[in-house]
């Protein structure tokens, strides 16, 4: 069986002999060349968190946004190849206003989920399109269920929700992170998440090897009335200063642990 395109490469619709879609693969394989993007479910709401690699020095950090607002309840975290992310992002803003125009009210965010799902599983179909190189996270609170949920969505075009879900350059070693918060057994709070949040984009982050970046982080929680909304500055900048202090002190108890061994 073939395990490399070999001519089935050329084409979204077209199978290879053991069952395996490539361009399907080149896609995903997009999206982990680029900055890690992290969400996390928690007792009070839900956090979004993605990294902005500054590509130049020159560039203005804040322009090109990776976390957008769809709707007053659900919020969109992207990562990967950032036009494919936009028109993604594009798709779920119209969905969002299609859904208040037919039936006068929120989108719930497992529908809004689902629809994204379906646009993107379309551009796997046909011959004459390409896959989404472009992960995206839905946040979103649900008004009828009083329930908020974090669902994430990959170029396949499958949608799962998620406690906590990692995409991204960092992905495997961020959800090995995430794992041992146990938040499908103990849920934190939403300050806590903009936390461990900082903290593990730090942990991913090589100053030697990897660009300079920018966090970009939002909630959507009771604080904020289940509006999806940016999370301030000094609270990020809290957040960060934390994160750095927690990684200098598990440096310094590995330096111990590695001279107590010497001894």
Known sequence: MASSGSGYDLSSSTFSPDGRIFQVEYATKAVEHAGTAIGILCS??????????LLHKLLVSSFSQRIYTVASNCGVAMTGFVPDGRQVVTRGMEEAATFVENYGSSIPPSILADRIA???????????????????????????????????????????????????KGRQPAKTELEKLELHKTPITCDEAVKQICRIIHVLWDESKDKPFELEVSWLSEKTGWKHKGVPKEVLAQATAWAKEQLEEEDDDEEEGEEGMEE
């Open 118 to 168: 379906t646009y993107v599983h379309y551009f796997t179909l046909h011959g004459a399109l390409r896959p989404f190189g472009a992960s995206v996270m839905i946040a979103g609170y649900d008004e009828e269920t009083k329930k908020p949920s974090l669902s994430m969505v990959d170029p396949n075009g499958v949608a799962y929700s998620y406690y906590g879900c990692a995409a991204g």
């Open 44 to 53: 009070d709401g839900v956090v979004l968190g993605v990294q902005k690699p």
